[in-house]
């Protein structure tokens, strides 16, 4: 069975920091690709940040040089560092792991609020 457990979300001013966490059981995680999504009130789940297995990052233009994705595979965590928040960072997040044949796992989701 597989278990995420996210954490690390909050609220937060503007400007300010805030490490989002996710820890994996229950799959081979060095064969995955690891991701975290956002969703926000009324708009569509998107893409944030990816690491993918073969040591690959890449980033949304908006958070580019903000936010800061890792993976550590000895202890099957993916975190993502968010440096200089904006109100419109506010969002649901949630950390991803996609295998091979497009098996795909979603984390339960963590909550990030960002006030002006």
């Known amino acids: 069975q597989v278990q995420f457990v996210e954490s690390g979300g909050g609220l937060v001013q503007a400007g300010g920091s805030l490490r989002l966490s996710c820890a994996i059981s229950?799959?081979?995680?060095?064969?995955?690709?690891m991701a975290w999504y956002r969703q926000a009130p009324g708009k569509q789940r998107e893409l944030v940040a990816s690491?993918?297995?073969?040591?690959?990052?890449n980033y949304v233009d908006s958070v580019e040089g903000r936010f800061t994705i890792a993976r550590d595979n000895s202890r099957r965590t993916v975190s993502l560092q968010m440096n200089s928040l904006k109100p419109e960072d506010t969002a649901v997040y949630y950390c991803?792991?996609?295998?091979?044949?497009?098996?795909?796992?979603w984390g339960q989701g963590t909550q990030v609020t960002v006030s002006s």
């Open positions: 690491f993918s297995r073969g040591g690959t990052s």
């Open positions: 229950g799959l081979t995680f060095g064969f995955y690709d």
């Open positions: 991803y792991a996609l295998g091979d044949g497009n098996i795909a796992y």
